[in-house]
């Protein structure tokens, strides 16, 4: 769209120079604003596609060796994770190792994030889903151990998140995860469902859909693919996306809105 109207105003103003420059700027600014900033350049988003894939894998394995040890289940996690990534052997072989890596007691894991951080820092979203899915798969077995949330607090603030920024998130996630079926827990729903939203009951019902349409906006999979998350990954998001969708509905019914 912004391409068209700024073509023919760069022709008008400065003839066929002029509309081959506005042609540029607004192809740029469409892919903006379809995909945020990071969507411009289709070589730097394959970069961060690896890149993303990369640092995940090496935290997996940094978490599951949090508390010592890598248990059964945190490596059936894992394994269930690449299956529903639909990954390649060799992509396959390529992720375990990254595992492995991780899970080694003296690794080092703030070069892969500063690397991260120069590759995916500017896009606030693929920070944020980056979060996100570690907060998933570390209570994954319903049970976050204590070493694994002190080492997601420290890999937060790597991502640039305060420590209460990084609470707020913690909590939300947490809460968006008793939503993940139809039915949630009758007696708490309600209550759960704010914090899903990260709203509280007092606020107003523009707040409660401001709050919602964000959090649904994070997950827009167009958005994510083309600010840098690997196709594969949009299942997840697709997940996330299911549960926000399920806490708001319960607040919709309690406040007719």
């Known amino acids: 769209m912004f391409k068209f109207i700024i073509t023919i ?10 509309a081959v420059l506005g042609l ?10 379809a995909y945020g900033s990071g969507g411009v350049n289709p070589l730097s988003n394959a970069l ?15 978490l599951a060796k949090a508390d010592g040890r890598v248990s059964t289940e945190e ?20 992720a375990i190792e990254l595992f ?13 994030y500063v690397r991260f951080m120069s590759v995916c820092g500017h896009t606030r979203q693929l920070r944020q889903v980056l979060l996100v899915y570690m907060i998933t798969m570390a209570q994954a077995d319903d049970h976050m ?5 002190a080492l997601l ?6 991502l640039g998140f305060t420590p209460a920024g990084f609470r707020q998130v913690l909590d939300m996630v947490l809460n968006q995860s008793h939503f993940m079926g139809d039915q949630p827990d009758p007696a708490t729903a309600l209550d759960d469902a704010y914090k899903a939203l990260g709203v ?21 999979p167009d958005k994510l693919i083309g600010q840098g998350l690997p196709a594969d990954m949009v299942a997840i998001a697709t997940e996330k996306a299911k549960e926000i969708q399920n806490a708001h509905d319960v607040i919709k019914r309690t406040r007719n809105i």
């Open 200 to 220: 509280a009951k007092e606020h107003s019902d523009q707040d409660i859909k401001r709050a919602y349409r964000k959090l649904m906006s994070q997950y827009h």
């Open 153 to 158: 607090a420290d890999l937060a603030v790597q």
């Open 48 to 62: 961060r596609q690896t890149v993303f894939l990369e640092t995940m894998f090496v935290s997996l394995g940094k």
């Open 145 to 149: 151990h204590a070493a694994e949330e």
């Open 24 to 33: 540029v700027v607004g192809v740029v600014i469409d892919r903006i604003r």
């Open 75 to 94: 490596i059936a996690h894992t394994e269930a994770l690449m299956k529903q990534l639909g990954m390649t052997a060799e992509h396959r072989a390529q």
């Open 9 to 18: 105003a760069g022709y008008y103003l400065f003839g066929f120079t002029g």
């Open 100 to 112: 492995k890596r991780g899970t080694v007691p003296d690794f080092d894991i703030k070069p892969t």
